[in-house]
């Protein structure tokens, strides 16, 4: 079963998808939010025969939830109305960050930068989820460091 992982964000929606393991995460597109994002997305989730969504929810530090968090659960909510396929939720702190540091490291310019730095958080995001799916599968306790 493939999976896809989004990271949501006011001005775009940064995706990535597994492979039909459900083994490796990799970048996919950043959408804009104008409004035609629902339908591409869906249209994307039945070409990929996607089994799962995976909507990053970003919570802070202290593990509270802020006006960030609202709106991507107001976006979750519009996409699970619109999916029969289950849509959860992941703690993506840092995921951006992380990003952004990777795309540093590699000497990616600002402009490359921006325009793939929300796939790469997606893509952060699902390998974290698919570890952690991996490690609870096995029955270990321990997830390797992974909410």
């Given at each position: 079963?493939?999976?896809?992982?989004?990271?949501?964000?006011?001005?775009?929606?940064?995706?990535a998808i597994s492979d039909e393991l459900g083994i490796a995460a990799s970048p996919?597109?950043?959408?804009?939010?104008?409004?035609?994002?629902?339908?591409?997305?869906?249209?994307?989730?039945?070409?990929?025969?996607?089994?799962?969504?995976?909507?990053?929810?970003?919570?802070?530090?202290?593990?509270?939830?802020?006006?960030?968090?609202?709106?991507?659960?107001?976006?979750?909510?519009?996409?699970?109305?619109?999916?029969?396929?289950?849509?959860?939720?992941?703690?993506e702190r840092l995921t951006t960050t992380e990003a952004e540091k990777f795309l540093?490291?590699?000497?990616?310019?600002?402009?490359?930068?921006?325009?793939?730095?929300?796939?790469?958080?997606?893509?952060?995001?699902?390998?974290?989820?698919?570890?952690?799916?991996?490690?609870?599968?096995?029955?270990?306790?321990?997830?390797?460091?992974?909410?």
């Amino acid at each position: 079963m493939r999976f896809m992982a989004l990271d949501i964000g006011e001005k775009t929606v940064g995706v990535a998808i597994s492979d039909e393991l459900g083994i490796a995460a990799s970048p996919r597109e950043t959408l804009r939010r104008d409004g035609s994002e629902f339908d591409r997305l869906t249209n994307w989730i039945e070409r990929e025969q996607v089994g799962e969504v995976v909507a990053g929810l970003p919570v802070s530090l202290d593990g509270s939830q802020g006006p960030s968090a609202v709106r991507v659960l107001e976006f979750v909510a519009t996409l699970r109305a619109r999916l029969t396929i289950p849509v959860v939720t992941w703690d993506e702190r840092l995921t951006t960050t992380e990003a952004e540091k990777f795309l540093i490291a590699t000497g990616a310019s600002r402009a490359k930068r921006r325009k793939v730095v929300d796939q790469i958080a997606a893509t952060l995001l699902l390998q974290n989820y698919l570890r952690a799916r991996e490690y609870a599968a096995d029955g270990s306790n321990d997830s390797g460091g992974f909410a």
